[in-house]
């Protein structure tokens, strides 16, 4: 199957990247988030079992890319730490510390819960301008080969996006 190709084309000015589609935008990640990217909370052994849900690494190794609210585990948190550390619906969570490295990297998109959630710390929130890049496809886009492999390589966060 072929996909049907763009009229025009231009340079995207990112080298692997080549060519878009000349009505796309190029953007880096800082320009299509909201807040500064942010590590999640520390919490101790003795603070779960009881209290809001957390998004922890495991919840974010699923083949859909998205959180699974019924699944996550519960932490005592007050109320300054549900306000520092709370999940908003279109979040991604960039899994930044593994046991393995391919581990390192993976994305989650959060998506609605009927209660506060917060994040932990071996997690780091994006939060999307979905006016800039739609959070789902943000979420395939940076679970793909090549962002996961530029991620790894660069230590850091990935380098463009392309929107329409």
């Not at 995207?12 to 878009?20: K, M, T």
């Not at 395939?140 to 080969?145: D, E, G, P, T």
Request: aromatic letters at 12%.
């Amino acid at each position: 199957m072929s996909l049907p190709r763009y009229p025009r084309y231009k340079d995207s000015g990112v080298e692997w990247l080549g060519e878009v589609p000349f009505d796309w935008k190029v953007s880096s990640l800082r320009r299509v988030i909201s807040q500064q990217l942010s590590n999640g909370i520390f919490k101790k052994k003795e603070d779960f079992g009881q209290g809001v849900p957390l998004v922890n690494v495991l919840d974010v190794y699923r083949d859909d890319f998205k959180v699974n609210f019924d699944s996550l585990e519960r932490v005592n948190c007050d109320e300054e730490e549900i306000a520092s550390y709370c999940v908003v619906p279109g979040d991604l969570f960039f899994v930044r510390s593994s046991l393995k490295q391919e581990g390192i990297a993976a994305v989650a998109l959060a998506g609605d819960f009927p209660e506060p959630v917060v994040y932990e710390c071996h997690l780091i929130r994006a939060r999307v301008l979905a006016s800039k890049l739609d959070p789902r496809y943000g979420s395939y886009l940076l679970n793909s080969a090549i962002y996961r492999a530029m991620t790894l390589s660069a230590a850091g966060m990935p380098g463009a996006f392309c929107t329409s």
